[in-house]
């Protein structure tokens, strides 16, 4: 494929998702078995309006039932499922009209609030949507009103899915068929925003009415060693803090509760609810601002604005004795920020920790929160 963008000045390859290859191998083979026809490539139109020409592999033709392949490429974009093989088996069937189903290494679902009911195979719905009107495009060609069921396999698909989000989100045996759009963006901030989605929104409809938010591995470790929780329970975040309280509060959650690295939950002070640090890096100024005013001395909270980890500035901080009073300031900004972003309707607090330091600060509600969160089931 050969259609790019540009992201961070950098010209970028864009790719094609397993929903695309999905739909254009049950092209291929339903084409292959109601034409009698081979067909080495095939072209496929995706939801964003980039038409695809797809080279088919692995053809295998029988009097009932054809099968096919299309490899997976996510372009620039560092996809667990680069050069995967997504195979699609059309055969005749009794029923009317066109089933679809997943095989081997296409996950099930086995807990509700994901895009497909429980029992289903992990095909999503934009996907189910391209495979159905691919193959009713291919009946129409051929003047065919026979029955069909498409099956979608990943030979690989088990051991990719234990790279991804799959067994978190109760997707068992292999991965999903996925893409809203049939095209892979390298970098796609909105696919990550998307995960958190579906990830909060299958815990809100467990009964999950108080949810734990961490950024990343480092606060699902704290969780566990520092706060003996199991670190399955929080949901991570990446830098998409404010995204996700967002979403917490569309989706009705009662309260949130965020546990995180200071160098994450620092800039939160500053009302960055993107942590990411091309959005900027105010780590230092926050801290030397919440230090002077806990009464710092000039020379040293010159010291803090020099320093590249908020663990120095933690250590002169303890030195000077300030490390109570500028963490009560700096965590109390936090706490109304967090109201702010998520209003009144949603109860927010936050427990900030360091690696070296261990537990800092919670914000006023934090450890009542805590409670609601463990032991409140729905």
């Given at each position: 494929m050969?259609e790019?963008?540009?992201?961070?000045?950098?010209?970028?390859r864009?790719?094609?998702?397993?929903?695309?290859c999905?739909?254009?191998?049950?092209?291929?083979?339903?084409?292959m078995?109601?034409t009698?026809?081979?067909?080495?490539?095939?072209?496929l139109?995706?939801?964003?309006g980039?038409?695809l020409?797809?080279?088919?592999?692995?053809?295998?033709?029988?009097?009932?039932a054809?099968?096919?392949?299309i490899?997976?490429?996510?372009?620039?974009d560092?996809?667990?499922?680069?050069?995967?093989l997504?195979?699609?088996?059309?055969?005749?069937?009794?029923?009317?009209?066109?089933?679809?189903?997943?095989?081997v290494?296409?996950?099930?679902?086995?807990?509700p609030?994901?895009d497909?009911?429980?029992g289903?195979?992990?095909i999503?719905?934009v996907?189910?949507?391209?495979?159905?009107?691919?193959?009713?495009?291919?009946r129409?060609?051929?003047?065919s009103?026979?029955g069909?069921?498409?099956?979608?396999?990943?030979?690989e698909?088990?051991?990719?899915?234990k790279?991804?989000?799959?067994?978190?989100?109760?997707?068992?045996g292999?991965i999903?068929i996925?893409?809203?759009?049939g095209i892979?963006?390298?970098m796609?901030?909105q696919?990550?925003?998307?995960t958190i989605?579906?990830?909060?929104?299958?815990?809100?409809e467990?009964?999950?009415e108080y949810?734990l938010?961490?950024?990343?591995?480092?606060?699902?470790?704290?969780?566990?060693?520092?706060l003996?929780i199991d670190?399955?329970?929080?949901?991570?975040?990446?830098n998409?803090i404010g995204?996700a309280l967002?979403?917490?509060r569309e989706?009705?959650?009662?309260?949130?509760?965020?546990?995180?690295?200071?160098?994450?939950l620092?800039?939160l002070?500053?009302?960055m609810?993107?942590?990411?640090?091309?959005?900027?890096d105010?780590?230092?100024?926050?801290?030397a601002?919440?230090?002077?005013?806990?009464?710092l001395?000039?020379?040293?909270?010159?010291?803090?604005?020099?320093?590249?980890?908020?663990?120095?500035a933690?250590r002169?901080?303890c030195?000077?004795?300030?490390?109570?009073?500028?963490?009560?300031?700096?965590?109390?900004?936090?706490?109304?920020?967090?109201r702010?972003?998520?209003?009144?309707?949603?109860?927010t607090?936050?427990?900030?920790?360091?690696?070296?330091?261990?537990?800092?600060?919670?914000?006023a509600g934090?450890?009542d929160l805590?409670q609601?969160?463990?032991?409140?089931?729905?």
């Amino acid at each position: 494929m050969e259609e790019y963008i540009v992201k961070g000045g950098k010209k970028l390859r864009l790719g094609y998702t397993t929903g695309s290859c999905a739909a254009a191998a049950a092209k291929a083979a339903a084409y292959m078995l109601l034409t009698g026809r081979r067909m080495e490539r095939v072209a496929l139109a995706t939801p964003k309006g980039i038409r695809l020409e797809l080279e088919v592999k692995e053809i295998s033709i029988g009097p009932d039932a054809v099968s096919c392949a299309i490899e997976k490429d996510s372009g620039d974009d560092p996809d667990v499922t680069r050069g995967t093989l997504v195979f699609a088996e059309v055969s005749r069937h009794e029923a009317p009209g066109v089933a679809i189903d997943g095989g081997v290494g296409v996950g099930r679902v086995t807990k509700p609030g994901l895009d497909q009911p429980v029992g289903a195979a992990a095909i999503n719905s934009v996907p189910r949507r391209m495979i159905l009107e691919a193959v009713e495009e291919v009946r129409v060609l051929a003047d065919s009103r026979e029955g069909l069921k498409v099956v979608i396999s990943v030979p690989e698909g088990e051991a990719l899915a234990k790279k991804t989000f799959n067994p978190r989100l109760g997707i068992e045996g292999g991965i999903s068929i996925l893409g809203t759009t049939g095209i892979v963006e390298p970098m796609s901030e909105q696919a990550l925003v998307d995960t958190i989605r579906v990830e909060l929104r299958q815990r809100r409809e467990s009964g999950a009415e108080y949810v734990l938010l961490t950024p990343g591995n480092y606060g699902s470790d704290f969780i566990r060693d520092g706060l003996g929780i199991d670190p399955a329970l929080p949901v991570q975040t990446s830098n998409f803090i404010g995204d996700a309280l967002d979403i917490c509060r569309e989706l009705g959650f009662r309260g949130a509760l965020l546990v995180g690295h200071i160098g994450k939950l620092v800039k939160l002070a500053g009302g960055m609810f993107n942590t990411h640090s091309k959005y900027g890096d105010c780590r230092m100024e926050i801290i030397a601002a919440h230090a002077a005013a806990a009464g710092l001395r000039s020379e040293r909270v010159e010291e803090i604005l020099q320093c590249v980890a908020c663990d120095d500035a933690l250590r002169i901080l303890c030195e000077e004795g300030l490390c109570e009073a500028a963490l009560a300031r700096l965590t109390e900004r936090i706490a109304s920020r967090l109201r702010g972003r998520a209003g009144e309707s949603m109860e927010t607090e936050a427990v900030l920790f360091s690696k070296i330091y261990g537990e800092l600060s919670r914000t006023a509600g934090a450890g009542d929160l805590l409670q609601k969160v463990v032991c409140v089931k729905g």
